[in-house]
């Protein structure tokens, strides 16, 4: 009995001196935690501030290329501004002939549509007798005698002279009955009559005939003072 009480006690202070061990044991691991946790502290910020110097000094020496960059690149631009300065030049001289090639066609044109006028009103000139005789020899006809078919072959070949006339743009002046006007009539003689206007044509002596725009010849007048 005395071994057996013996070996209980042994057992429980083994177990009594098991768990001051645990106890001993578990702030020694918490310990070594926080010492192990501040060592890494400890141990990382000496290690960022060299990488922050490390990427400080790598940006200043990537300045000296970016640098040298800036400068190609500026010299890339002046080299593009000739470039361009030269297209600008040739691009004004180029628009500045053009233009002077489009003031000569629109010259030239001109000058060709008054040398053709010129030529039409000259030939209208000359033809204009031929139409004043045709009227001329039509009036002296007796009225018996417009039947007859030499007179009327006449008649129709003044008729279509008259009308080639008219699509060519040559057409009469009108002045019977009309005020005068000095740039369309020419008076040759006045008379005195109260059953006429002041300034209005009493008569047309010879017709007048226009080329478009322009008076080929002045009508001929009688006006009434």
């Known amino acids: 009995m005395a071994e057996n009480n013996s070996e209980e006690v042994k057992d429980e202070k083994e177990e009594v001196l098991e768990e001051s061990e645990n106890l001993n044991e578990e702030p020694e691991e918490s310990r070594e935690e926080e010492t192990s946790e501040a060592a890494e502290e400890e141990t990382e910020s000496p290690k960022d501030a060299p ?9 200043e020496e990537e300045n000296p290329k970016e640098g040298a960059e800036a400068k190609k690149g500026i010299f ?7 470039k361009d300065e030269q297209i ?15 003031n000569f066609r629109k010259r030239t044109e001109k000058e060709k549509s ?18 004043d005789n045709f009227e001329r020899g ?12 030499f007179v009327d072959g006449m008649n129709k070949i003044y008729k279509q002279m008259m009308t080639v006339l008219e699509e060519a743009g040559v057409k009469p002046i009108e ?15 006045h008379v005195e009559d109260e059953n006429f206007g002041e300034n209005e044509i009493v008569e047309e002596l010879q017709k007048g005939y226009m080329y478009r725009d322009t008076v ?7 006006v009434a003072n």
Request: aromatic letters at 4%; glycine letters at 4%; proline letters at 5%.
């Open 51 to 59: 990488e922050e110097q490390a990427e400080t000094e790598s940006g």
């Open 138 to 149: 039509l009036g002296a006809v007796p009225e018996e005698n417009m039947e007859d078919p």
């Open 175 to 189: 002045a019977q009955g009309k005020e005068f006007d000095p740039e369309y009539h020419n008076a040759v003689m």
């Open 114 to 131: 008054q040398m053709y006028d010129m030529g039409a009103k000259t030939i209208v000139e000359k033809v204009l007798p031929v139409i």
């Open 76 to 82: 890339k631009k002046k080299k593009k501004d000739k």
């Open 88 to 102: 600008e030049d040739l691009t004004d001289r180029l628009k500045r002939q053009m233009a002077e090639f489009e």
């Open 216 to 222: 080929v010849r002045h009508s001929m007048v009688k």
